[in-house]
C-alpha cells in the first residue's frame, strides 16, 4: 500500500492504495502562494511484519486564468468645461489581476456611445483626437462611457473582462449672448398717457450656469420713451398727441453687463391711439339758424341739413344730432344725420313760433357735444277746412223704396268763425240720389234693384266759405236690401241622358243646377222630383247639389225603357218661388241575358244505310235582350266524329253530313252532336255550361249470324318441356255477313279460369301458344271464344280446348319409369278388386313381375286399374317390383286428391335401390272421362336407394267437381 506521510499538511494529496496513483482531493490554489508541494511517499507490503519504503515527490502547480481584472474604484468621474478641445487627459483607471503570467496582463477599452473619449494601454483617459466636435454645456451636459478591462490569457485559455461606469461631466462656460424672447414687439398707447408703461421687453442668456447681468437701453433718439435698464420696461415721458404722430418704432438693445461684445437688438413698434379730447363743432360758427314757414307747410319738408366736424378718429369722430328742447309739440323731427323736417301740420292758432335746440354729441366714452338755436316764426293761412263728424256712413234701404225716400243725412262743422257750409253730391248716381245742399239730407230719386247692384256709394262734400274755399268730404254706403222677387232658373229647360241599364245603385248619373238672382235664404235653393206615376221612379235627387243618383231596379227587358219626369227647384223666400225642368232617362239595353234553347234534347235513329247530308233537327235558342244583343248565333262545340254534323250558324238546322257504313262510323252504334248558341252583344253571352243542345243519332244495325268453330272441340298432346311461346294448336272460325255495311271482324280470346293461364291466342288468327313452363303432366283444359264485332251487338261462340302434357325425362339421368297407365273401371266401386298383403291396413299394388332388361315393363293392378311401364334402363340392382298402397278410402268434394305410397325393389327383393323418380297416372274410366274432360291425372314423387328410405309418397292434383256433381252423373250407376 501508498501513503503521504509528509509535505501535506491540508490533504490536498492521497494514493490509491492498490495502484499507488496520486490524486488530489482538495483544491488547488496558485493565488494562495503555494506554487509546488514537496511529498514524503512510503510504499509498504502486506506482511505481518510489513517491510516498507520512501522517497520524495515534488508537485508543481501552474497557474489557469481564474480571476478576472478588478479596478481600483466602483465607479469614476471627471468634469471639463465646455470647449475643451481634443487629446486633454480627464483621469487615468487601474486594474489589476491576480493571476499570474499573460493570465495577469491587462488590457484597457472603452464603450463610447458618443466616440468623444478615449483611453490609453496604461489606462490614461483623455479627450478623443479624432472627435470633430467641440462640447457645448447647452446642447449635452453629462456623458457616461463604459471602462472595459481585459486580460490576456494564455494560450488555449478565455480571456476575462472586467467593466466600470465612467460620467463625465460638461461645465458652462460665459460663451453664448443673451436674446429677445421676441424679434418685434407691439404695442397700443393712449395719446394721453403720460409716464404710463407701453410695453415690457425681456431678454435671457443662453448660458445655463454662468449667466451675466443685462442691460436694456433704447437706441432710437429723440422719442417720447424711456426703458428702465433691468426690467426692460418701456414708458412714455411725456404727454402724446394722436393727432400729431399716431405711431413710433423703437430699437431697443440688451448687453452683459460683463462682457459687452454679447448684445441683442429687438424692434417695438408702438400704436397711439386715439382720446376723444376735440369736440363736434356746427359748420355755422354761430350756432344760430332762423326760418319762416307757412302754417301750410307739408308734413315730411325738408327745412335744415346741419353740417359739424370733429378732429378725432374711429367713434370719437362720429356724432348723432338731436332736438332737447323746444319741440314739446313734436312739430318737427330731427334725424341723426341732422336733417330737420316738420313732422306734425303747423298751426298759426295753436302756435305761431318756435325755439328749438339742437345738439351734436360725438361717440367717444365720455362723449363731447355742442349746441345750437334754431327759431322758426309760423304764418297765417285759411288752413281750417270743414269736418264731417263721421270718417264714413253706411245705410241700408229695400230695393222696392218709393222715389222721395229719406236714405240718410250728413254733418260738418268748421272752426272758422261765420263760416256757412254748403253739402253737394261729388261723387254718386245723380238719377238714384241727390243731396239738400242745406240740411245734408240723401233722398232716393229712382228705382232701385238689389239684383242689378247690391251697394252704391255716394261721396258727399261740404265747402266753407273761405279764400280760397275749403272742403271735406265723406262716403256714404248704401246697401241695398233683397225682396224675393226672382223666382229659381234652372241652367236647361229639358235634359236627355242614355242611361246604361246594368248601372250600379247609387251611382251618380249627373247633376242639374238652378241660380237665383236674388240673395240671402231668397236664393237658397233645395232641389226635388216632381212626384211621378207608377211604378216607383229608380232616381233619387241631393236637395241641395241638385245630383241625380240611380236608386232602385232598371231592366231594359222587364220594365220601362225611358223615363220622364220633372225636377223642381224651390228658393228659401217667404213665399217661396220655383223654377222646373224636365229631365229624359233614356234606358239603354245591356246584354245581360244569356241565350237559352228552346229544347236541349234531341233523340233520333237511323238505319246503318243511310246516306249523308240529311237535314235532323232546327234547334232554337232565345235571348231575352234586344237588338244585336238579342241575335243569336249557332256553333257546334263537341261530336263523336269530326266532320259528321253540321249547323245553320243562323237558323239553327243541324244535318248529317257523313255515311253512317263508312269504316270510321262503322263500330260505333250512336253518335253525339253538341250545339251551343251565343248571341252578338259585346262581350258576347252563350248557353249556360249544361244548357246546350244535344242530339244523338241512334244507329240501326242487324248482326243476324253469330260466328261458329270450323271443329267442335281442339286437343292436342304436347311434352312438359315445351318451351314459351311454341305452338300448340290453330283454332280457326268463320262469320256470315247480311250486307255491304256489315263487316265481320272476328277476335280470338281466352275466358278467364281453368288452365288458360298457361296459354295465349292470337287475336286476330286463332293461333294457340305457350305463355310459362308446363306442368309436369297431365291434363289441361280452357276455352276460346271468338267475336264478331258486330252491331248493334257483338255475337260469340265458344269451344274447349284440351292438351295432354306428358312427362318428358330425356334429361333426367335418374328416371327409371316413365310412365304408370291405369285403366279399368276406374272408380266404379262394385268392380274393384283389393289384395291386402301383411302389414297394410289399406288397399295395396304388388307387382310382382320381374323386370331386369332394359325395354322390359312392369305391369301392376290396383281396384280394377292396371299400370304398365316399359323400363328405360338397365340398372343393378334394378327396381323389379313396385308396391303401391292407398291412403284414400274414398274421395270427396271437398278433397278429391288421390293420395299413395310407393315402395320400390330390387331383383334381390331388396329396398337398396337407387334413387328413383316413380310416376303415379290416374286414368277415369270412359263414364267419368267424358264428364270430366281430361284423359289423365299425374302425381310424381322419388324413392331413395338408402336403406328405409325406399317409400315416397305421391299427391295427385285435385280430380274435378264435375265427378261429384249430380247433375251429371248417371243415377243409375255407384260411383265412389
Not at 451675466?212 to 417720447?224: A, G, K
Not at 359748420?283 to 319762416?292: K, N, Q, T
Not at 264714413?392 to 263760416?419: K, M, R
Request: hydrophobic share 40%; net charge negative; proline share 5%.
Amino acid at each position: 500500500s501508498y501513503a503521504v506521510i509528509s509535505g501535506d499538511p491540508n490533504g490536498v494529496f492521497a494514493f490509491d492504495t492498490t495502484t499507488g496513483e496520486l490524486r488530489t482531493r482538495g483544491v488547488l490554489d496558485f493565488e494562495s502562494g503555494v506554487d509546488s508541494y514537496t511529498l514524503g511517499v512510503r510504499a509498504s507490503d502486506g506482511a505481518f511484519n510489513a517491510l516498507s519504503v520512501t522517497c520524495m515527490v515534488t508537485v508543481n502547480v501552474t497557474d489557469i486564468n481564474d480571476n478576472s481584472p478588478l479596478f481600483n474604484a466602483s465607479s469614476y468621474s471627471a468634469t471639463i468645461p465646455e470647449g475643451t478641445p481634443t487629446n486633454v487627459t480627464l483621469l487615468a483607471v487601474l486594474a489589476t489581476d491576480a493571476d499570474s503570467g499573460e493570465n495577469g496582463v491587462v488590457q484597457y477599452s472603452l464603450n463610447d456611445p458618443s466616440q468623444r473619449f478615449q483611453i490609453s494601454a496604461n489606462g490614461v483617459i483623455s479627450t478623443s483626437v479624432t472627435a470633430n466636435r467641440i462640447f457645448d454645456f447647452e446642447q449635452t451636459r453629462e456623458y457616461t462611457v463604459t471602462v472595459v478591462a481585459s486580460d490576456v490569457g494564455e494560450p488555449g485559455q478565455q480571456s476575462r473582462t472586467s467593466t466600470v461606469r465612467l460620467v463625465v461631466t460638461i461645465s458652462d462656460v460665459n460663451d453664448l449672448p443673451p436674446l429677445f424672447d421676441a424679434t418685434t414687439y407691439s404695442a397700443v398707447v393712449p395719446e394721453n398717457a403720460n409716464g404710463s408703461i407701453v410695453v415690457r421687453v425681456t431678454a435671457v442668456d443662453q448660458d445655463q450656469v454662468a449667466v451675466s447681468v443685462l442691460r436694456y437701453e433704447i437706441l432710437t433718439q429723440l422719442s417720447p420713451f424711456v426703458i428702465d435698464s433691468s426690467t426692460g420696461i418701456v414708458t412714455t415721458s411725456q404727454p402724446l398727441d394722436r393727432e400729431t404722430i399716431d405711431f413710433y418704432t423703437l430699437q431697443i438693445q440688451v448687453v452683459e453687463v460683463d462682457d459687452a461684445s454679447h448684445t441683442d437688438v429687438t424692434t417695438v413698434n408702438i400704436n397711439v391711439s386715439d382720446v376723444n379730447d376735440h369736440t363736434p363743432t356746427f359748420s355755422e360758427a354761430s350756432r344760430v339758424y332762423f326760418l319762416r314757414l307757412n302754417e301750410t307747410t307739408l308734413i315730411g319738408t325738408t327745412l335744415i341739413q346741419f353740417q359739424a366736424t370733429d378732429s378725432d378718429l374711429g367713434n370719437n369722430a362720429l356724432f348723432d344730432f338731436a332736438l332737447v328742447g323746444g319741440n314739446e309739440d313734436r312739430r318737427f323731427t330731427l334725424s341723426q344725420t341732422g336733417l330737420l323736417a316738420v313732422n306734425n301740420g303747423l298751426d298759426f292758432e295753436v302756435n305761431s313760433s318756435y325755439l328749438l335746440t339742437v345738439t351734436v354729441r360725438d361717440r367717444g366714452d365720455p362723449s363731447l357735444s355742442q349746441n345750437a338755436t334754431v327759431t322758426i316764426i309760423v304764418l297765417n293761412e285759411n288752413d281750417l277746412r270743414p269736418q264731417f263728424n263721421a270718417s264714413s256712413y253706411s245705410t241700408a234701404v229695400l230695393e222696392d223704396s218709393p222715389a222721395g225716400q229719406l236714405v240718410g243725412q250728413v254733418f260738418a262743422t268748421d272752426s272758422e268763425v261765420g263760416t256757412v257750409i254748403t253739402y253737394s253730391m261729388s261723387v254718386g248716381n245723380g238719377s238714384l240720389f241727390m243731396v239738400n245742399s242745406s240740411s245734408g239730407e240723401l233722398l232716393l230719386l229712382g228705382q232701385l234693384d238689389f239684383e242689378t247692384q247690391t251697394l252704391h256709394t255716394v261721396i258727399v262734400r261740404a265747402t266753407d266759405g273761405g279764400t280760397p274755399p275749403l272742403f271735406d268730404e265723406v262716403a256714404i254706403v248704401i246697401n241695398v236690401l233683397d225682396v224675393n222677387d226672382n223666382a229659381p232658373v234652372m241652367d236647361a229647360a229639358s235634359y236627355s241622358f242614355s242611361l246604361a241599364e246594368n248601372i250600379q245603385d247609387n251611382t251618380a248619373l249627373f247633376s242639374v243646377s238652378a241660380t237665383d238672382a236674388d240673395a240671402g235664404i231668397n236664393a237658397q235653393i233645395t232641389f226635388s222630383i216632381a212626384p211621378f206615376p207608377t211604378p216607383p221612379l229608380p232616381f233619387r235627387i241631393n236637395n241641395v247639389t241638385g245630383e241625380l243618383v240611380k236608386e232602385g231596379v232598371i231592366d231594359f227587358d222587364l220594365s220601362l225603357q225611358q223615363y220622364t219626369f220633372t225636377v223642381v227647384a224651390t228658393d228659401g223666400g217667404n213665399p217661396s218661388l220655383q223654377g222646373t225642368s224636365q229631365v229624359t232617362m233614356i234606358i239603354t239595353d245591356v246584354n245581360d241575358n244569356n241565350p237559352i234553347f228552346v229544347n236541349t234534347s234531341f233523340d233520333f235513329t237511323l238505319p246503318r244505310t243511310q246516306l249523308d247530308h240529311v237535314e235532323l233537327a232546327t234547334v232554337v235558342a232565345l235571348d231575352a235582350d234586344s237588338g244585336v244583343n238579342a241575335e243569336v248565333e249557332y256553333t257546334l262545340v263537341a261530336e263523336s266524329l269530326a266532320g259528321f254534323f253540321s249547323v245553320n250558324s243562323t237558323t239553327g238546322a243541324v244535318a248529317l253530313e257523313g255515311a253512317l257504313c263508312g269504316p270510321s262510323a262503322f263500330s260505333r252504334t250512336d253518335l253525339l252532336v253538341v250545339i251551343t248558341a251565343s248571341d252578338r252583344g259585346v262581350p258576347s253571352l252563350s248557353v249556360a255550361p249544361n244548357g246546350s243542345a244535344r242530339i244523338r243519332v241512334n244507329i240501326a244495325d242487324n248482326n243476324t249470324h253469330a260466328p261458329s268453330f270450323n271443329e267442335t272441340g281442339y286437343s292436342a298432346t304436347i311434352p312438359s318441356t315445351t318451351a314459351p311461346g311454341s305452338i300448340v294448336v290453330v283454332a280457326t272460325a268463320h262469320d256470315v255477313v247480311d250486307s255491304a255495311c256489315e263487316i265481320s271482324s272476328l277476335a280470338y280470346s281466352i275466358l278467364p279460369g281453368s288452365d288458360g293461364a298457361f296459354f295465349a291466342v292470337d287475336r286476330l288468327n286463332g293461333t294457340i301458344t305457350t305463355t310459362r313452363a308446363l306442368p309436369p303432366s297431365g291434363g289441361l283444359r280452357f276455352t276460346l271464344q271468338v267475336d264478331d264485332s258486330g252491331l248493334p251487338s257483338a255475337a260469340t261462340a265458344t269451344v274447349d280446348i284440351v292438351v295432354a302434357v306428358w312427362f318428358d325425362d330425356a334429361d333426367t339421368a335418374s328416371a327409371i319409369f316413365r310412365d304408370f297407365t291405369l285403366s279399368g273401371s276406374g272408380f266404379l266401386v262394385g268392380n274393384s278388386t283389393t289384395t291386402t298383403t301383411a302389414g297394410f291396413e289399406r288397399p295395396f299394388l304388388m307387382t310382382p313381375s320381374y323386370a331386369g332388361n332394359q325395354g322390359s315393363s312392369i305391369t301392376a293392378h290396383f281396384a280394377g286399374m292396371q299400370v304398365t311401364r316399359t323400363l328405360q334402363e338397365a340398372a343393378i340392382p334394378v327396381v323389379a317390383q313396385v308396391k303401391m298402397v292407398s291412403f284414400e278410402d274414398a274421395l270427396w268434394e271437398s278433397d278429391s286428391r288421390v293420395r299413395v305410397a310407393l315402395q320400390a325393389f330390387s331383383t334381390t327383393h331388396s329396398a337398396e335401390v337407387q334413387s328413383t323418380q316413380l310416376y303415379v297416372r290416374v286414368t277415369p274410366d270412359a263414364a267419368l272421362a267424358a264428364i270430366g274432360g281430361v284423359p289423365f291425372y299425374e302425381g310424381r314423387c322419388t324413392v331413395i336407394g338408402a336403406a328405409g328410405q325406399n317409400v315416397c309418397f305421391v299427391t295427385v292434383p285435385a280430380l274435378p267437381s264435375t265427378f261429384f256433381d249430380h247433375t251429371t252423373l248417371d243415377p243409375s250407376r255407384e260411383y265412389g
